[in-house]
């Protein structure tokens, strides 16, 4: 079966050499460059993200998803004769199912699981870690593939029983560094907070100790909103995403005090922190028409693309993004196409590093 290829997409697609492919951190975050460009033209600059409070004006206000990442790749295997280990599964644990399949007793999650054809429905399939956990499968003709818990999961057990959910692209198992490389500095730590994302903010992994110190030096504030980044952010795009304007949906919190401040327009310039932080804060523009009275947690499906304008924000921070990405296409709707293209093309030649350990991009009014 041919895959669906918008002609919009066509547009966001690039050759890339895999050896600019970040598949490890650069220490410390900061330390990663760092391509600095303007919405209304000028010159393409290169620096370092150290450089960051130096671009920034007084008053400026950056808003950080502020979602936890949970070690939510889980490998699995198969009872072979006598109920000894058979072969290994690897699955990545999305969210809790609000409609489970019928007879299920205890809560089961949705799921991306590989060697979907070769399981059966009703399988039991045990963690390879161990921790006495074992799943129900409950397989659906349509592709839906739900697992069904033994033992409840939070984000203690898939800590104890998982991975980190690093990119696919990566092409490699978890490490001890991505323990802490691939988790959000900015994660709410409350006890008892629910959610959680199965795939980093990754524009927030720059940010040091020393960089936030020198942020509030100047004068620049971090507000804080949550996004639960799910798998469908990395998912091909397909026809109908165009045709009903929506993506996979995502839950979200906007903050009452930060609303008040965006009503306000409480700030000197507004920046987001990652493409997760602007799908909020536009999805909420969007319904709330800029007032932000309502629709201040939920769920958003939005798909944002030219000719789409961005209303919410006047800049923001980004990684490198993969090419015909939906996450490509919303970077687009703030920065032109054309110069956005540009900006890649750039990169490329200078051989900055891409993707989620990559480098990053400032985009300013």
């Known amino acids: 079966m041919q895959r669906f290829v918008d002609p919009l997409v066509g547009e966001y697609l690039f050759d890339l050499p895999d050896e600019l492919i970040a598949r490890y951190p650069v220490e410390p975050g900061d330390a990663c460059r760092l391509l600095r460009v303007s919405r209304s ?17 007084d008053g400026d206000l950056l808003v950080v998803n502020d979602t936890r990442v949970e070690a939510r790749r889980i490998f699995l295997r198969r009872l072979g004769p006598g109920n000894k280990p058979g072969a290994r599964i690897e699955s990545v644990f999305l969210e809790v199912c609000e409609n489970p399949p019928a007879g299920a007793r205890n809560n089961c999650w949705s799921v991306l699981i590989k060697k979907r054809q070769r399981l059966k429905d009703g399988e039991i399939l045990v963690s390879e870690a161990g921790e006495g956990v074992y799943f129900t499968l409950h397989k659906y003709d349509d592709g839906r593939t739900f697992l069904e818990e033994s033992t409840p999961l939070d984000a203690e057990m898939f800590y104890k029983i998982g991975q980190m959910p690093i990119p696919p692209y990566l092409q490699r198992e978890e490490e001890a560094i991505d323990r802490r490389a691939y988790q959000n500095p900015f994660y709410d730590q409350t006890p008892g907070t629910s959610g959680g994302s199965v795939a980093a903010p990754t524009a927030s992994l720059h940010f040091t100790p020393n960089i936030l110190l020198k942020l509030k030096e100047k004068n620049i504030r971090l507000e804080s909103l949550t996004l639960d980044v799910g798998y469908g952010t990395f998912a091909p795009l ?30 000197n310039r507004l920046y987001a922190v990652g493409t997760t932080s602007l799908r909020v804060l536009e999805s909420v523009h969007i319904m709330t028409s800029g007032k932000y009275d309502h629709h201040l947690k939920g769920k958003t499906g939005l798909f944002l693309h030219p000719p789409h304008r961005i209303a919410s924000v006047d800049g923001m921070i980004t990684n490198f993004h993969l090419p015909g990405s939906s996450l490509l296409m919303l970077v687009s709707c703030l920065l032109e196409k054309d110069r956005l293209m540009k900006c890649y093309r750039h990169a490329i030649e200078k051989r900055y590093r891409f993707f989620s350990y990559g480098d990053a991009m400032l985009i300013q009014p």
């Open 238 to 267: 397909r026809e109908e995403n165009f045709s009903t304007g929506r993506l996979h949906e995502e839950r979200y919190e906007l903050p009452q005090e930060l609303a008040d401040t965006l009503a306000r327009k409480d700030y």
């Open 41 to 57: 033209g000028g010159d393409i600059e290169d620096g370092h993200f150290y450089d960051l409070p130096g671009y920034l004006q």
